[in-house]
């Protein structure tokens, strides 16, 4: 076979573009692009964390702090912001995790739930709402399935899954089996996300699992190439380790849910580490869509087809790789309206080494990565989970924050240059999808380094401005407040649905002032397989 000049230098680019050696998660090595001139205003937001003084004491568990030896205790969990007694105050549920020698009998760690007291402080209500469940969990998603108006819970797990319905009376029922929603307790399942594919007023529901983990079965650190990180042992995967999948239920509107995977579409994708699961309209056709956020494998576009099936084309789309055709280790995701065209965007979070995306919606669903030219390409030594758009200052742009955190704690010791805790990145909002890095003056609560993973965003103290959730491995999780002195405006709606999904779950609604447009859409799961205020906030 002959190759000409132009073959050669395509052959020599993707050659370029390609880490030196085999790693477990996709990387590129890429370098901080350059920064564009700072606009010189000050950033009116601090960001504190406050939540010992809050009273969210859980520690979160997630294997050994020190060193990982296998995946499943690496990438930690998700955690939600929910109104779930209906006073109009948001409260904090945190999913836990476990490690693999096990806890005496009583002493095993469990999710927690945090009533919101209404004065800057929580309580401990866990045991008596009946959500203390030990596990290895991960992700959280929350919506009213049942249409009752009180918002229920649905917690995944590597084992068997849990859907939680709200009684309206401060407790919380197991209703996992009547529903018909466990899953399997061989898989690993991490995203999931109700959603009202069918649109017949019922939340249905889509879960993902990670991979299929089992650890007689998995190679030790540094016995393979999938398990090694520039050279250091670290524990395996995910390349070398089985593929997960996905499931997709779908509501009766008895209490109990269909699998309807198969004839869905759902199982005939293959090949996939999926993490996060999105539910929103991204090619503005009125009926919802899927986007997952997969690891070292291309992310998914999940197009419904408007008959009860889905089409997968993330490759088509430009939403399966990066801007130059390559696989990423995406973490979390988040939709906004980047440029105020009144589409809906995404960002998605990566490994280290890379950037994370700003996929821009030029509309009927064929998006662009404008990383670059965004300005988010200047940090790629964080690896990237939680992430947010959200006006953080009120100005009517959208701002981004970004927890960051390495997942091998063994790099603390080896000194090359990465660390496990890391700090957290806001970038502000400049308009025409445009952003500058401001982390260093957005507060000690971004300044504070955590190796973090899941963040939920809310106004949990009601003074008009937009709070930050965050998991932090080994540790207590951050509240972090928003001071904000702009002084700008601010409206905070709840939708609520008649004939659709009481959550009003996938719905979009447009705010128009001063000459501009916000656009915003109600989501059960987004950032790192973690729950946002469903109250939509506009600037």
């Known amino acids: 076979m002959k190759h000409g000049p132009a073959a050669i230098a395509c052959i020599l680019l993707l050659w370029a573009m390609t880490p030196a050696a085999p790693q477990g998660v996709a990387t590129r090595n890429a370098a901080p692009a350059a920064r564009s001139a700072a606009s010189g205003q000050p950033f009116p937001v601090s960001l504190v964390d406050v939540a010992e003084r809050a009273g969210l004491a859980m520690v979160f568990v997630c294997g050994n702090e020190e060193a990982k030896r296998y995946i499943v205790e690496a990438n930690g969990s998700g955690v939600a912001l929910v109104d779930f007694d209906n006073d109009g105050w948001l409260d904090v549920f945190l999913v836990n995790g476990s490690r ?75 209703v996992t089996d009547r529903a018909g929603v466990s899953g399997s307790v061989e898989q ?35 016995s393979g190439p999938n398990c090694d990180w520039k050279g250091v042992p670290v524990f395996c995967g995910p390349r070398g380790l089985p593929f997960g999948g996905a499931a997709l239920y779908r509501n009766r509107g008895d209490g109990t849910f269909e699998d309807v995977s198969e004839r869905a579409g759902i199982r005939a994708v293959s090949g996939y580490y999926p993490f996060t699961a999105l539910a929103v309209d991204l090619n503005e056709d009125g009926w919802t869509d899927l986007y997952v956020a997969c690891d070292s494998s ?160 809310g106004d949990f103290d009601n003074d008009g401005d937009v709070d930050v959730l965050v998991m932090n491995m080994g540790t207590r999780p951050s ?21 659709s999904n009481r959550s009003a779950i996938g719905a979009v609604a447009t705010v128009e002032a001063a000459g501009s447009r916000q656009t915003a859409a109600v989501a059960s799961q987004s950032s790192y397989i973690s729950q946002n205020d469903l109250r939509l906030h506009f600037g």
Do not use: C
């Open 479 to 499: 509240l972090l407040r928003n001071d904000n002195t702009s002084g700008n405006h601010w409206i905070e709606v709840k939708l609520e649905g008649t004939k």
């Open 100 to 174: 693999l020698e096990g806890f005496d009998a009583g002493s095993a760690p469990t999710n927690r739930l945090y009533r919101n007291q209404r004065d800057g402080t929580f309580v401990d209500v866990t045991r008596g709402a009946g959500l203390a469940r030990s596990g290895w969990g991960n992700g959280v998603s929350a919506g009213d399935y049942d249409n009752d108006s009180f918002t229920d819970l649905f917690v995944t797990y590597w084992g068997k899954n849990v859907l939680y319905r709200n009684r309206g009376d401060g407790t919380f029922e197991d």
């Open 298 to 457: 291309p992310s998914l576009f999940l197009r419904n087809n408007r008959d009860g099936t889905f089409s997968e084309i993330g490759i088509e789309t430009g939403l399966a790789y990066n801007e130059h055709g390559i696989e990423q280790a995406g973490m979390g995701v988040a939709a906004g309206d980047l440029d105020g065209d009144g589409r809906l965007d995404l960002v998605k979070t990566n490994f280290s080494g890379d950037y994370p995306n700003a996929f821009r919606n030029l509309g009927r669903g064929i998006f662009e990565d404008i990383v670059l030219r965004a300005g988010l390409a200047v940090n790629p030594q964080f690896v990237g989970w939680g992430v947010g758009l959200v006006d953080l200052d009120n100005d009517g742009r959208l701002d981004l924050f970004q927890a960051n955190g390495h997942v091998y704690p063994e790099l603390e010791r080896q000194r090359r240059g990465e660390s496990y805790r890391q700090p957290r990145l806001v970038y502000r909002g400049l308009g025409g999808g445009r952003f500058e890095d401001v982390s260093a003056a957005a507060g000690p609560g971004v300044a504070a380094r955590m190796s973090s993973r899941g963040a939920a965003f």
């Open 188 to 222: 690993w399942s991490s995203g999931s996300t109700f959603i009202d594919y069918d649109r017949d007023g019922k939340l249905d529901l889509f879960v993902a699992s990670y991979l299929r983990f089992d650890r007689a079965k998995t190679p030790l650190p540094g």
